[in-house]
């Protein structure tokens, strides 16, 4: 499953445990209209809803579905993740400042078209 489905699942796990009530998987799901196993489901990462969904729940938790996204974005320590083997590969080639600028470069113009 993606990690996005995973983080918007844990968001969800979240906002229903974290209210003054702390809502039951039961409460919720009757509350959004959908199954009790499909909650869990999409909690649990294994699924991922569609919109429709996404809006009854969030409707359900009385946030928007803005809110019900907030948090779901990379955290910095997966930032750091995905970026290490690129520092790992400049270090282990003693690259300087001016060819990492260079790789930069290269980087540029593949994925935008322009070496600016």
């Known amino acids: 499953m993606s990690e996005l489905g995973k983080r918007i699942g844990q968001r969800i796990r979240e906002l229903r445990t974290q209210r003054p009530e702390r809502w039951t998987q039961e409460e919720l799901a009757e509350r959004a ?3 009790v196993s499909f909650l869990s489901m999409i909690e ?3 699924r991922v809803a569609h919109v429709e969904t996404l809006a009854a729940l969030a409707n359900a938790l ?5 809110e019900l996204f907030a948090g779901t974005e990379e955290t910095p320590a997966q930032t750091e993740d995905l970026l ?3 520092s790992d590969f400049a270090r282990a080639r003693g690259l300087t ?4 600028e260079r790789l930069l470069g ?3 113009a593949m994925f935008s078209g322009s070496a600016a």
């Open 44 to 46: 649990r990462g294994e």
């Open 97 to 100: 400042a001016r060819d990492v």
């Open 33 to 35: 209209q959908i199954s």
């Open 106 to 108: 290269v980087a540029r």
């Open 84 to 86: 290490r083997p690129l």
């Open 62 to 66: 009385g946030v928007s579905l803005g």
